[in-house]
């Protein structure tokens, strides 16, 4: 399982890098679905923390029910692949202009 969850790592940014050289709609697309994905995640923890300051709770104990959110772990895991991309697209995008 580790080897398919670092293969996809690598392979998925590139899949997203070839597509986003080839039309400029789904490069827009991708960086829609980061800034959607950077805002709910950071909500989420915003919220995490809030709780645990308004509650009186330990900070470190509690604030790991984070990452339990289904929500939370999707988007953390598009801005994962999401950053590769652009690393990987500033060299073909720029290129090519």
Do not use: C, K, Q
Not at 50 to 56: A, D, F, P, Q, S
Request: avoid cysteine; proline fraction near 3%; aromatic fraction near 16%.
């Amino acid at each position: 399982m580790l080897f398919w969850l670092i293969a996809g790592f690598i392979v998925v940014p590139l899949i997203m890098t070839a597509l986003a050289v080839r039309s400029r709609t789904v490069r827009y697309i991708w960086h829609l679905l980061a800034l959607v994905s950077f805002y709910t995640a950071g909500s989420i923890i915003a919220a995490a923390v809030y709780l645990n300051r308004t509650n009186e709770t330990v900070f470190t104990t509690n604030v790991h029910d984070v990452l339990l959110n289904p929500w939370f772990l999707m988007t953390g895991a598009y801005l994962g692949l999401y950053i590769p991309y652009r690393l990987a697209a500033g060299f073909w995008i720029h290129r090519r202009s």
